[in-house]
């Protein structure tokens, strides 16, 4: 049952986590959100501290200075409103909500809002233990399922079977898979085991599509027997952040197989991925035909607002500094985030053009930790948030989101993206052999975007590599024939220090300003 709060211009949504005004996303992130239904729900009653902390901290131990500064945001975003006297400061106490009177609506959410999509499906089967029936064993394989089951069940995308109705296929090991996705009513199967040893322990995974048999992604974790329930955490995560790119892919191939007319607005926008994810302007024109005709069908689906934010913002980018492309970029954004709040991808679109195209990284950021609180696990989410902190001059930030989406998701589609951002936060400090290392990596990653090889090349003018820079150049030019180092660091707002290290390198290296 979600309950919506409103109050004012105001209307906050409990199981998003997400406040509007009006109808438009604010830019308060999920733990402000937290602290403010705690106090509309006690309408001028005090709430105390501890309880603030437990509700936006829970099971966590922070520092006071955090709920101040977390109450400080809270009532930036409500003074756009006037509201900046609403939340009162009870000095020893805690503090009273003292705005408008406050109505409750619940509402029943059903498992899909957006009509006319045919999910995907998958169900996860019990992990086996090939080697003994040990209940420790089962017990422990129960927990890891459990786990990556409550963590698909968060993609809203994807329909996922409960784990109680997979239980009686513990035994059946020698059961087809394609009748038990036929059993089920599924599309796909992960399926597990788990070997224990008084030293190591081993987790095997493979997901199948049921209607072929065929293995769309498998992975082996081996660790030492030491912290059983980290160990759960790491594996349960990796494997979330595996699956959901690997389903993606999947999905995209078959609908490509499908006949271009009998494609509904789901269909239609994932047969638009590849050029989306490509980030050149030439394939993101071609993708937007199609995001129009899904938008046609379905006005509100986020995730092609996402997608089609994403092909302006290339076309922006590099097609020219074309204002009209940026202000569309914004537009779907906007469309995306306030439609997709329960969406992980549509909100790491969003977030990453309002970073990229708007220059708000307060808003960025918001969708950003939105996206997290929906998908702990979406590798996109950190890789996109590491571009703009890559950008925007926070170097720390940007390769520890970086490294942890290529934790989650080592051969993603965007894993050139993260690689971007590490060579990027390289230049900012100064180590250009390791922001030569990133440039490589990202090339391997995708050798069909222009933004590689300029990297490539800058890095190698710091390194005194001037023949391998001009190649390089030549070969970002060849990708982009009108790519201008001037215009990219203008369009994305770059940081100052860097730009002027990037302005260098890049027309020493012989790129056009």
Same mark, same amino acid.
């Given at each position: 049952?979600t309950?919506t709060?409103?109050?004012?211009p ?16 604010t830019a308060?992130?999920p +733990?402000?959100?937290a602290l ?13 501290k /501890?309880?603030l ?6 099971s ?16 930036? *975003? ?5 509201g900046?006297r !609403? &939340? ?14 406050v109505?409750?609506?619940? *509402?029943?959410?059903?498992? /899909?809002?957006?009509?006319?999509l045919?999910k995907?499906? &998958? ?15 089962i017990?422990?394989?129960d927990?890891?399922?459990e ?6 069940s ?6 996922? &079977?409960a ?20 059993d ?5 199967l992960l399926?597990?085991?788990v070997?224990?040893?008084s ?12 209607? $072929? ?12 027997? $030491? ?5 759960? /955490?790491?594996v349960?995560?990796?494997?979330l ?13 078959r ?9 509904r ?6 047969? $638009?991925?590849?050029d989306?994810f490509s980030?050149?302007?030439?394939s993101?024109?071609?993708?937007l035909?199609l995001l ?8 509100d ?13 290339n ?13 569309a ?7 995306a ?11 790491t ?11 708000d990284? $307060?808003?960025?950021?918001?969708a ?8 702990p ?18 170097p720390?930030v ?6 942890r989406?290529l ?8 894993a050139?993206?993260?690689w971007?951002s590490i060579a ?16 490589? +990596? ?20 710091a390194?005194?590599?001037?023949? /391998? ?15 201008r180092?001037?215009q990219q660091?203008?369009g ?6 860097l730009?002027?290290?990037?302005? !260098? ?7 056009p300003?």
């Amino acid at each position: 049952m979600t309950k919506t709060f409103s109050f004012g211009p105001f209307k906050l949504d409990s199981a998003l986590g997400m406040l509007m005004h009006g109808d438009q996303p604010t830019a308060l992130g999920p +733990r402000g959100a937290a602290l403010l239904q705690r106090l509309v729900e006690h309408e001028g009653q005090p709430v105390g501290k /501890d309880a603030l902390i437990a509700a936006a901290w829970p099971s966590l131990v922070v520092e006071e200075s955090n709920l101040t500064v977390q109450m400080a945001t809270v009532r930036k *975003v409500l003074s756009e409103a006037g509201g900046s006297r !609403w &939340i009162e400061t009870l000095p020893r106490r805690g503090y009273r909500y003292a705005g408008p009177p406050v109505t409750v609506a619940s *509402v029943s959410k059903l498992a /899909d809002e957006t009509p006319g999509l045919d999910k995907p499906s &998958i169900a996860v089967l019990p992990f086996l233990d090939p080697d003994r029936s040990a209940e420790s064993a089962i017990s422990y394989a129960d927990s890891v399922v459990e786990d990556i089951v409550n963590g698909l069940s968060r993609v809203r995308w994807l329909r996922v &079977i409960a784990h109680s109705s997979t239980k009686k296929y513990r035994q059946a090991a020698d059961v087809d898979a394609r009748q038990i996705g036929r059993d089920l009513g599924v599309r796909y199967l992960l399926q597990g085991s788990v070997r224990m040893s008084s030293k190591r322990i081993r987790i095997g995974c493979q997901l199948v599509e049921a209607d $072929t048999g065929v293995q769309v992604w498998s992975e082996r974790y081996d660790r030492p027997m $030491t912290d059983l329930f980290e160990l759960q /955490d790491d594996v349960a995560i990796a494997v979330l952040g595996a699956i959901e790119p690997a389903l993606r892919q999947t999905e995209a191939t078959r609908v490509r197989r499908k006949r271009p007319d009998s494609l509904r607005a789901y269909e239609l926008v994932l047969q $638009t991925q590849a050029d989306v994810f490509s980030g050149m302007p030439e394939s993101s024109a071609r993708a937007l035909g199609l995001l129009e005709r899904a938008l046609a069908l379905e006005p509100d689906y986020a995730l092609a607002h996402s997608f089609a934010a994403m092909c302006h913002h290339n076309l922006f980018l590099r097609g020219g500094l074309d204002e009209v492309h940026r202000e569309a970029s914004i537009g779907h954004a906007r469309a995306a985030m306030a439609s997709g709040r329960d969406d992980a991808l549509a909100l790491t679109f969003a977030g990453f053009s309002m970073g990229m195209d708007a220059h708000d990284h $307060t808003a960025a950021l918001a969708a950003f930790e939105g996206a997290l609180a929906v998908s702990p696990s979406s590798a996109l989410t950190y890789i996109l948030g590491s571009v703009v902190s890559g950008w925007s001059g926070r170097p720390d930030v940007a390769i520890a989101w970086a490294e942890r989406g290529l934790r989650l998701s080592p051969f993603d589609a965007w894993a050139f993206a993260a690689w971007h951002s590490i060579a990027l936060a390289h230049f900012k400090l100064g180590h250009f052999d390791a922001a030569l290392g990133a440039a490589t +990596r990202a090339i391997q990653a995708n050798p069909a975007h222009s933004v590689s090889y300029a990297l490539f090349a800058g890095a190698c003018v710091a390194c005194g590599r001037l023949g /391998d820079a001009r190649k390089a150049a030549a070969t970002a030019l060849s990708l982009q024939p009108n790519f201008r180092y001037g215009q990219q660091l203008s369009g994305v707002n770059c940081e100052p220090g860097l730009a002027a290290t990037l302005s !260098w390198a890049f027309g020493a290296a012989g790129l056009p300003n």
